[in-house]
């Protein structure tokens, strides 16, 4: 069956594990855990555009910047360390709605993440009485 202008794969890709999983050949160490990744394939927006898009995916609505979903887990549930951020956002991009999408909004500042690749500076935690009333278990340093 042609297929037009597309290039069928080089590589071959089976199904792997009890999940069915396709994983390429090139990757046979993740073959091996098939069934322990997990794969989100009900990606939606209601936008065209990356940089709304890349919003609604981190924030949840494609506009007015919300928390990210990283900073809402960490606020929620907190950070195991207390020298170290609650999450880190590898190399994020500038462009597609920028540190919006990892950043905190209208939540403590301390719960964003950490660009790692663009600011190599030391994670301010800040420990204050404003940061007691936020976090009723968070101790003042």
């Not at 007015?64 to 887990?73: D, E, N």
């Not at 999450?87 to 597609?96: A, I």
Request: proline residues 13%.
């Amino acid at each position: 069956m042609p297929t037009g202008n597309l290039m069928a794969p080089v590589w071959e890709f089976k199904q792997r594990g009890q999940s069915g999983l396709w994983i390429s050949e090139l990757f046979p160490q993740s073959a091996a855990h098939a069934d322990k990744r997990c794969l989100i394939r009900s990606m939606k927006t209601d936008v065209p555009n990356h940089p709304p898009a890349f919003l609604q995916m981190h924030c949840g609505i494609p506009t007015a910047p919300r928390p990210s979903m990283g900073a809402w887990i960490t606020y929620g549930l907190g950070s195991m360390n207390e020298n170290l951020p609650g999450f880190v956002t590898l190399s994020p991009n500038p462009g597609n709605g920028g540190s919006a999408n990892y950043g905190s909004s209208f939540c403590p500042p301390f719960i964003k993440a950490r660009a790692s690749a663009t600011d190599a500076s030391p994670s301010p935690r800040p420990r204050s009485a404003i940061c007691m009333i936020w976090r009723p278990g968070c101790r003042k340093v």
